[in-house]
């Protein structure tokens, strides 16, 4: 069964950064898509950064140049390194992963909160 465990949530400043960290268990990132969402106080889940096992990156429009997406196939583990944080920013992050033939799978989530 594959498995995901998000971490590096927490409170940071605005204009800060954090690293968050997803950790598949039983599918290589190397060949399927993986990706982070998020989902604020009484808004929608959202698309966040998404990266294919090609290396092939996507991000939504409002994280371009402050947020980077990238994963370490020897410890098959995803990362979103996010910088100059903003109050909007504020949100639970899921880690997804999708297996075609199979489905998707997420993470617990991990909280992140932008505030001073």
């Known amino acids: 069964q594959v498995q995901l465990v998000e971490s590096g949530g927490g409170l940071v400043q605005p204009g800060g950064s954090l690293r968050l960290s997803c950790a598949v268990a039983?599918?290589?990132?190397?060949?399927?898509?993986s990706g982070w969402y998020r989902q604020a106080p009484g808004k929608q889940r959202e698309l966040v950064a998404q990266?294919?096992?090609?290396?092939?990156?996507t991000y939504a429009d409002s994280m371009k140049g402050r947020f980077t997406i990238s994963r370490d196939n020897a410890k098959n583990t995803v990362y979103l390194q996010m910088n100059s944080l903003k109050p909007e920013d504020t949100a639970v992050y899921y880690c997804?992963?999708?297996?075609?033939?199979?489905?998707?799978?997420w993470g617990q989530g991990t909280q992140v909160t932008v505030s001073s």
């Open positions: 990266i294919t096992g090609g290396g092939v990156t």
């Open positions: 997804n992963h999708k297996r075609p033939g199979l489905g998707t799978y």
């Open positions: 039983r599918s290589p990132v190397s060949i399927y898509t």
